[in-house]
């Protein structure tokens, strides 16, 4: 995950890049920020021949912003295309335990009707799963099963169903959807790292979102393995410069 491109001296080298949708988008109208690949590779600071995923997931308002745009977001969406973006994991509408059922219900349709809309206009997208109940889970598996246009598929890990108690849960029904569904899913998954072993078993291609790396450099730690497979975090002050 790159968040911005800022105070970086070099372009970032790497495969692939993923971005938040909300940050290559004008918050107002939905307009992109860059006029083509070039303009948002040097936005962000990256090479140009960078593979660009964009991720939806976020806070609700600008979910509703994107909502809001109505038939618009068509348009939007083939902007997008002419970006170069490989691929984006549609926008997270909340499930929430403390409002009527028929809310989350609406969420859940939000979710299928913005995923089709991508799909529709050309650009390859991630069907972003949010579940509360059992029959939930049955529904999207249902949905999926249904409709072989549904290639890929998002989860993350990194709020509610990051809750301990929640996660085991969470892993067993991603499991059975994949087994139900009875065809190659690829999985795209936000946070959870801890949790790959098992989710490269149950999916045929898994792709890592990973956020916090981002956010440990800008806040000046290094990485150190000090253990096999142990990674410590420590300070690295970046050098002042001198004249």
Same mark, same amino acid.
């Given at each position: ?24 988008? @004008? ?37 509703? +912003? ?7 977001? +068509? ?23 403390? @409002? ?32 509360? &109940? ?72 898994? &792709? ?36």
């Amino acid at each position: 995950m790159l968040y911005h491109g800022h105070k970086r001296v070099l372009p970032f080298k790497a495969a692939a890049v993923c971005l938040p949708l909300y940050g290559v988008i @004008q918050r107002h109208n939905g307009e992109t920020r860059y006029a083509d690949k070039k303009e948002l590779a040097k936005g962000f600071s990256f090479g140009t021949d960078v593979r660009v995923i964009l991720t939806g997931t976020a806070s609700d308002p600008p979910l509703e +912003r994107w909502r809001s745009l109505g038939a618009q977001r +068509r348009e939007r969406i083939r902007d997008l295309r002419h970006l170069g973006v490989a691929l984006v994991t549609i926008p997270n509408y909340s499930l929430f335990v403390d @409002q009527p059922r028929w809310d989350d219900l609406h969420s859940l349709k939000r979710i299928a009707i913005v995923h089709e809309e991508f799909l529709r206009e050309g650009m390859p997208a991630a069907l972003h799963l949010n579940a509360r &109940t059992d029959r939930d889970w049955e529904r999207w598996t249902e949905y999926i099963t249904a409709r072989p246009e549904v290639t890929h598929i998002a989860f993350e890990f990194a709020t509610g169903a990051g809750w301990a108690l929640r996660t085991q849960w969470h892993l067993g029904k991603l499991s059975r959807l994949a087994e139900k569904v009875g065809r190659p899913l690829h999985l795209v998954v936000r946070g959870g790292i801890k949790f790959l072993p098992a989710l490269t078993r149950d999916f045929s291609d898994v &792709t890592l979102l990973e956020s916090s790396l981002f956010m440990k450099t800008k806040s000046r730690q290094r990485a150190t393995l000090s253990a096999p497979g142990r990674v410590t975090w420590r300070s690295s002050p970046t050098k002042k410069r001198t004249r």
